[in-house]
């Protein structure tokens, strides 16, 4: 069951103890007063939220990277097994702050991101998104970072397609097997980040109701990622679009071709720049000789984005 951040909350009766209104940070909003918890040294902990209304109700929320608190990243996701554990642990982690029960199994979520990834090479991955960015999507956002976003306009509902090997290249310090294994993963994420369009889904699929024991089912992930990448027509580009090596095969001597596909290729993991690094030994007047052969064969267009 593939599920990255999610977003749960249960209303409080009454606080015992609360010396939280004298740590945690406050706020004062028009309808309501909120108490946050951050955590400070490390960004794999819940973050705790207590809300108290005009009503006088309390309600308190824990959100977290299920994958990144279980693993300490987000690269590898956690099968049911391992998400049932680390939805004890968000258990283990309120009740020693706070000293009150919250039981996980009966809270209502009011934030879910499911995730699906597909495998390619590298290259391809980059392609795919550009390919995908071209179409028209709801409220699309395409960032220079090659992150295509689009979703509902209030941002309730978002749809999010990268390449997980860029996102963690950039990251500072990560673990050289992270990497590798983020190289060629094309991840698609769909973000419920309200309770009314989770209501909504919830109604949509049949299911029990909003707590997070009823989207801990494979059949749930596999109709929101179909109707998703049936609405891309996901499968199709798929099949039928050429890659860059046969594209140039059509245009140049076999050899030529091979060697400006596997220019691409390098162009789209290390960015345009790479021939200012030395060592990667690759002179100006060779990086733009190639550039204007692909440029000719209309490749470049295809990988350009990855800037």
């Known amino acids: ?46 973050r705790l939220t207590i809300v108290h209304t005009l009503k006088g109700e309390y309600y308190l929320s824990a959100e977290v990277s299920l994958p990144k608190m279980i693993f300490g990243n987000n690269v590898y996701l956690p099968n049911q097994i391992e998400i049932e554990k680390g939805l004890n642990l968000i258990n283990e982690y309120i009740e020693s702050l706070t000293g009150l029960k919250f039981d996980v199994s009966s809270a209502i979520v009011t934030r879910i991101d499911f995730v699906k990834d597909f495998t390619f090479e590298e290259a391809k991955v980059g392609r795919l998104i550009f390919e995908l960015s ?39 310090e990560v673990n050289p097997d992270i990497k590798k294994m983020a190289n060629g993963i094309l991840r ?27 989207f801990l089912n494979e059949n749930v992930l596999k109709q929101i990622v179909s109707e998703v990448t049936k609405s891309l027509n996901f499968n199709e580009l798929l099949i039928s679009k050429e890659t860059n090596l046969e594209i140039l095969m ?56 990855l800037e």
């Open 1 to 46: 069951m593939m599920i990255d951040t999610i977003k749960i909350r249960h209303q409080i009766s009454h606080f015992e103890n609360q010396d939280f209104k004298q740590t945690w940070e406050y706020r004062s909003k028009l309808n309501y007063e909120v108490w946050f918890l951050n955590p400070k040294k490390s960004k794999i902990l819940p």
């Open 250 to 305: 059509k245009r140049y001597s076999f050899l030529t071709a091979i060697r400006l596909s596997g220019f691409i290729d390098v162009v789209s993991l290390l960015g345009e720049n790479f021939y200012h690094d030395e060592s990667q030994n690759i002179g100006r007047s060779s990086y733009f000789n190639n550039k204007r052969l692909c440029v000719k064969a209309n490749v470049w267009k295809r990988s350009e984005f």
């Open 134 to 172: 071209k179409m028209f999507l709801p409220n699309k956002r395409f960032l220079y970072d090659s992150t295509l976003y689009y979703g509902t306009k209030s941002g309730s509902k978002e749809v999010c397609i990268y390449s997980k090997y860029r996102e963690v290249q950039s990251e500072n």
């Open 188 to 214: 698609l994420e769909v973000r419920y980040k309200k309770l009314y369009v989770i209501k909504t889904l919830v109604k949509k699929l049949r299911l029990k109701d909003c707590t997070i024991k009823s």
